[in-house]
């Protein structure tokens, strides 16, 4: 019954909403064009990593689908940017102060978002740092000037807006508050379902889809009703 070429639980969407948790989604930040990392966390020496250090690395496309874990999919999206694993090669890795790898990478966002995965997931070949969109300039709404994307994981591992990363030796360096510890899986694998922390995805699957049109409506609104810094 269920299509083919989707992972369990999820149904194809024809557009591309801009989407998120309903606490963001009018909280859009005043500088969108300004590429400026800030490396932090106990791995690492911090520093920044900058457009023009982007520059340096090879910029690739990629197509691939994207997963929100309230079971909306968008099939086929053309990405361009640079490979996360290029980008910790270049410029993390030399910044770590000990040979041990870090356990865990948060991506810090300038809507006040933050998500983290484990250094592992992020060095697999499809996860990038996007800056365009089929062909075009990131826009606002799906993250601009630059984003995660990490199509193997749910959209909440897709950090729009990033501002920096911090670099941790251990995952206990890292917890959310409240209700969000629970929505937000260490992992997020799409192909494993792993929807949420404690409630098993199958159930969640349930819980989320009611919610998705009127999500959509009010990051639609937010979009419309915040005006730019
Ligand atoms: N900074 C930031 N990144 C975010 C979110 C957010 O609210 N703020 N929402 C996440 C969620 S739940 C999803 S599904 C995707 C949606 O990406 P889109 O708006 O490009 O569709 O962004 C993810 N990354
Ligand atoms: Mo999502």
Redesign the pocket.
């Known amino acids: 019954m269920a299509n083919k070429s989707l992972p369990p639980g999820q149904q194809p969407r024809s557009d591309?909403?801009?989407?998120?948790?309903p606490k963001?989604a009018d909280r859009i930040p005043a500088d969108t064009t300004t590429v400026d990392l800030a490396l932090r966390g106990d791995a690492v020496r911090e520093r920044s990593i900058t457009a023009s250090d982007l520059d340096k690395i090879e910029r690739v496309e990629q197509i691939s689908d994207?997963h929100?874990?309230t079971t909306w999919s968008h099939l086929g999206v053309r990405w361009g940017g640079y490979r996360f694993r290029h980008v910790y090669d270049a410029f993390i890795k030399p910044s770590l102060i000990q040979t041990d790898l870090p356990a865990l990478l948060v991506f810090r966002?300038r809507?006040g978002?933050r998500t983290g995965l484990p250094l592992e997931d992020l060095l697999a070949a499809d996860v990038l740092l996007a800056n365009t969109l089929n062909g075009s300039p990131l826009s606002v709404?799906?993250?601009a000037p630059l984003r995660v994307v990490a199509p193997s994981h749910y959209?909440?591992k897709?950090?729009?807006?990033i501002k920096g990363i911090d670099v941790w030796t251990s995952t206990r360096r890292y917890r959310k508050r409240g209700v969000g510890h629970y929505i937000d899986h260490p992992r997020a694998r799409v192909a494993q379902e792993e929807r949420g922390r404690i409630i098993p995805g199958w159930i969640l699957r349930r819980v989320y889809r009611p919610a998705i049109e009127k999500t959509v409506q009010q990051f639609r609104k937010g979009m419309e009703t915040t005006s730019l810094g």
């Open positions: 591309f909403p801009r989407f998120g948790l963001y994207f929100c874990v966002c809507d978002y709404e799906h993250g959209g909440y897709n950090a729009k807006h």
